[in-house]
């Protein structure tokens, strides 16, 4: 039942941070030192507990770290422009046997139709962020977790793989 503590844990890690009362000493990413950049970096490596979100553990880190609410999402979604391109790359790579020339324009129209939706969407996620706390999130990790150790905990489900 690790999965199950990993979303209790981290709810009360949110509700923890979103508690606490600070000022932030980073206003926006391009005010951080690259010490900054480091903390957070190390923050993301939280992501690698299963149940644990790479954005999740970026920004509540950042925070933590002394970054704006804002500053932290938009470093987080920085952070995550190198991952996805090289995750993609890689399975690119890996299925390349299963692809051919003619494959080229469905590729580049569907980079680009995802490359415009995502920047109207994080644009929409960071005014949202910077507006609005992670409590409700927090909540739901917590709930879902006793879901899941409940099922588990009456037999109503079997959580094997």
């Known amino acids: 039942m ?8 981290g709810g009360v890690i949110i509700l923890f941070v979103e508690r ?8 926006s990413a391009q005010a951080m030192t690259w010490l900054d ?8 490596c939280f992501a690698l507990i299963p149940g644990t979100s790479r954005s999740g553990a970026t920004i509540i880190g950042g925070m933590l770290f ?3 609410r804002r500053a932290a999402t938009e470093f987080s979604f920085f ?5 996805l391109v090289a995750a993609g790359l890689y399975d690119l790579y890996k299925h390349r046997d299963l692809l051919s020339a003619s494959d080229v324009p469905v590729f580049a129209v569907g980079s680009a139709v995802a490359f415009v939706s995502a920047f109207v969407v994080i644009r929409w996620l ?3 962020v910077a507006t609005h706390d992670f409590k409700p999130f927090a909540w739901y990790r917590i709930a879902f977790g006793l879901v899941v150790l409940a099922t ?5 489900v079997h959580w094997q793989p």
């Open 66 to 68: 002394g970054l704006s």
């Open 79 to 83: 952070l995550a422009v190198p991952t």
């Open 37 to 44: 950049a480091l903390k957070v970096g190390i923050a993301q």
């Open 152 to 156: 588990w905990h009456f037999g109503w």
């Open 20 to 27: 606490r009362s600070f000022q932030p000493r980073v206003e």
């Open 126 to 128: 960071i005014r949202y």
């Open 2 to 9: 690790p999965l199950a503590l990993a979303f209790i844990v």
